[in-house]
């Protein structure tokens, strides 16, 4: 069964760091990795889509990267700010003949210090 | 822009009653999903549907049951509600993509806090 790992569990950052968000996965025959943020009390708000093809996806400040090869995927926020301030969770989605799987990581909570 | 509509944002119900939590999405969407969401476990998937009265279990089915007579609608059941049902509940739509199952992104609805007594 899949497995979806993200490091650290919490981060604070002062405002305007660039900082780093990793998601790992255990199989590496993947659909999409997607990136979500989650605000207190909020439902999911999605960020980017990295499809299997792909290897990058970017969104204004913040780029997606994914590495089939090493079951990794990193999200890059540059200049943070205190709005960047969420938990953010990565999903692998799997899809093959008569079989579907959705697994999502258990997030990072971001907090950015003005 | 996608609205996912959620019919409640809490719900109080008691043990062994028939719970019924409705999702409305107004963009035409195929897949629909159904999701819990528990400290520690983080979002894990109940059922999806990727076409009016179609239906596939996700990764934890049991004790649950879902209705989409109609494209915007997808209705999660608790059959007899247990107090181990208190959960966060999270319904999200997307697009179809090219294959059969999904490869668009996710939309999500705000949640139902359930609560079970």
Redesign the interface.
Known sequence: KQEVTQIPAALSVPEGENLVLNCSFTDSAI??L?W?RQDP??????LL?I?SSQREQTSGRLNASLDKSSGRSTLYIAASQPGDSATY?C?W?Y?GAGS?Q??????TKLSVIP | DVK?TQSSRYLVKRTGEKVFLECVQDMDHENM?WYRQDP??????IY?SYDVKMK?K??IPEGYSVSREKKERFSLILESASTNQTSMY?C?SSLIGR?????????????TRLSIL
């Not at chain 2, 520690?40 to 998937?45: C, D, E, K, T």
């Open positions: 659909y999409n997607q979500f009390g909020k439902g999911l708000t999605s889509l499809q969770l999903a989605e899809s579907y959705l697994t999502f990581g258990k997030g | 996912v999903f520690g476990l983080g979002l894990r998937l999806f596939e996700g990764d999270l999200a294959d059969w199952y999904s490869n668009q992104p996710q939309h999500f609805g705000d949640g």
